[in-house]
């Protein structure tokens, strides 16, 4: 596969996987890392779900994502322990069997020493029937790509590298482009302003962040739009409206 352009907007979802994730164990990077690099690319991020190692929440993620979004990605559960359940839920969603995979054994046969392919390593080379293999340049053991969901590692740098081997088989849209304008002053005061400026730029989104410092209450308003014309003329507006309440 190799990547095309489409002037459509192309969409995402993620299903975060573990445990370890709702019990405040490991705090998620996975999460940012693929909003900018989606945002990177013209993909927009749309939806996050966090799920436990338990099969039919996954599948139960999966399938609700996957018909809404042009792709899905998930983190976590495709390790060698009991409970990396992932792959088989995969499976399950798409309603195929599952296996030990002859590409993925050549691949770790060939990383790791003689002797060295226990069962535990040999059950990360289960990939679903039908389903292309995503390279792993950390350690070796692939995600794997099917239909539109893309099975990828928890551990953060391997995460990445996933990406990384994934970026040119995406279709990507035209990006979203941003402009952040700080204000030293409260949102409130300038919230009826923001609300206005909104309406009269449906193609633009605002978004107003409150920030507090030594007491100190600011405000940083960032508008978005995929056309410039159209983010400059919000932003002017923005920027009018910010230098009017602090003169008043």
Known sequence: MTASATEEIVTAGFVVIGDEILSGRTKDKNIGTLADFLTEIG?????????PDI?????????????RY???????GIGPTHDDITADAIARAFGVGIDF??????IL????????????????????????LIENSVSKAPGF???NVHVMAG???????MLEAIRPTLTTGPRLQSRALDADLPESRIATALREIQSAHPGVMIGSYPRSKDGRFSTQVVVRSRD???????ARDVETAIAAAIAS
Do not use: H, W
């Open 109 to 132: 046969e060939a990383f790791y020493p003689e002797g060295g392919m226990t069962d535990a390593r040999k059950r990360m080379t289960r990939i679903p029937d039908g389903a292309d």
């Open 101 to 106: 995979d002859p590409r993925a054994i050549a």
């Open 55 to 67: 099969e039919e929440r996954i599948v139960e993620a999966v399938n609700a994502l996957r018909p």
């Open 70 to 76: 042009t792709y899905v990605f998930t983190s976590g």
């Open 155 to 161: 551990v953060p740098s391997i995460m990445q590298a």
């Open 43 to 51: 993909i927009d991020l749309c939806e996050v779900r966090i799920v």
């Open 228 to 234: 410039t014309a159209l983010l400059d003329a919000a």
């Open 145 to 147: 790509r099917i239909g």
